[in-house]
């Protein structure tokens, strides 16, 4: 079993930036890959970014390319999601996961997640 548990997540002006982390527990996430989405109430949850078990693919949704970076740290067990140029229109809950590949954009590609953690972004 693998635990998740985001970090980083809070208020922000638009135009600010936030580091999301994201800590394993539990069994390695080394062989995983690794994926970020965020979900707005009432909506679908939505793929924001991945990456490979080592680090070497990246993989990011068109709204988020060139302001988001996904990162990871294999020694700490953490992958980070740096969000850059954030918009209030990104207002939401998010959630790292881990699975078999990191350009899997949807839900069901994963097998573990985290609780999620808030992010806001005031105009």
């Known amino acids: 079993q693998v635990q998740l548990a985001e970090s980083g997540g809070g208020l922000v002006q638009a135009g600010g930036s936030l580091r999301l982390s994201c800590v394993a527990s539990?069994?390695?996430?080394?062989?995983?890959?690794m994926g970020w989405f965020r979900q707005v109430p009432g909506k679908e949850r939505k793929y924001v970014a991945g990456?490979?078990?080592?680090?070497?693919?990246?993989y990011y949704d068109d709204s988020v390319k060139g302001r988001f970076t996904v990162s990871r740290d294999n020694a700490k067990n953490t992958v980070y999601l740096q969000m850059n140029s954030l918009k209030p229109e990104e207002t939401a809950v998010y959630y790292c996961?881990?699975?078999?590949?990191?350009?899997?954009?949807?839900?069901?590609?994963?097998?573990?997640w985290g609780q999620g953690t808030q992010v806001t972004v005031s105009s």
């Open positions: 996961a881990a699975g078999r590949y990191a350009n899997a954009r949807y839900v069901g590609g994963y097998d573990y």
């Open positions: 539990g069994r390695t996430v080394s062989t995983y890959a």
């Open positions: 990456i490979t078990w080592n680090g070497a693919g990246t």
